[in-house]
């Protein structure tokens, strides 16, 4: 089979270089919709010979929308790229086909994971949270505050856990600020001060198991 220019620009959209991946630009997703069933099929095959090991990929799978498809999605669940498990859990929920401990034990896992960063999945992470604000997910998060396994763990988990406890009316415009960012410190002895107060912030007792 001759492929369609469709099948031609889906493909090379699969080309992620520097530029696509510091831009966060995905598949060209458009191009799956203008093709036909056969092509659909070819489209299909490339998505998922690359076994879901990048979130684009699960934009693609979820897109294509076919039994097999989405029973890749749901594999990914299991993945040991956080990006990608959260990018799984989001298409998921739009189809009604997770479940909220499954959820959050995605949340959990990728706040747990060193690789978890600002440009790696982080912010995909912390909106997951935002929607489903467990008591789990909540505790989670202030433990992470202390004791996360980079600084942008730390200081963003205190931004959001803030933000759901009320103490500030805003996510990013807030007085706060100069209080998340000394959770970036490498001394644990400054992270613990800077706990302290913001539990305070929050009007709730610190957890004694975070303090140590």
């Not at 929050?202 to 975070?210: H, K, S, T, V, Y």
Request: aromatic residues 8%; glycine residues 6%; proline residues 4%.
């Amino acid at each position: 089979m001759v492929a369609s220019e469709d099948l031609e620009r889906f493909r090379e959209s699969m080309k992620i270089g520097f530029d696509e991946w510091h831009e966060g630009i995905p598949y060209d997703l458009e191009a799956l919709d203008a093709l036909t069933p056969d092509e659909r099929l070819v489209a299909e095959d490339l998505a998922l010979s690359r076994k879901a090991r990048d979130w684009r990929d699960i934009q693609a799978l979820d897109h294509l929308g076919s039994q097999r498809c989405l029973g890749e999605v749901r594999k990914a669940l299991r993945s040991e790229n956080p990006e990608v498990r959260a990018e799984a859990v989001w298409a998921l929920r739009r189809r009604e086909s997770v479940t909220e401990q499954e959820v959050e034990a995605a949340i959990i896992d990728a706040l747990d994971h060193r690789t978890t960063t600002l440009s790696k999945g982080l912010t995909r992470v912390l909106s997951l949270a935002l929607v489903y604000r467990t008591p789990a997910v909540r505790r989670k998060l202030l433990a992470c505050v202390l004791d996360g396994k980079n600084a942008d763990v730390r200081v963003f988990s205190a931004v959001y856990i803030a933000f759901m406890e009320g103490a500030s009316p805003s996510l990013w415009e807030s007085p706060l600020w100069p209080l998340y960012r000394r959770f970036g410190s490498g001394r644990r002895s400054e992270r613990r001060q800077a706990y302290l107060e913001l539990c305070a912030e929050m009007g709730r007792a610190p957890e004694l198991e975070d303090l140590g």
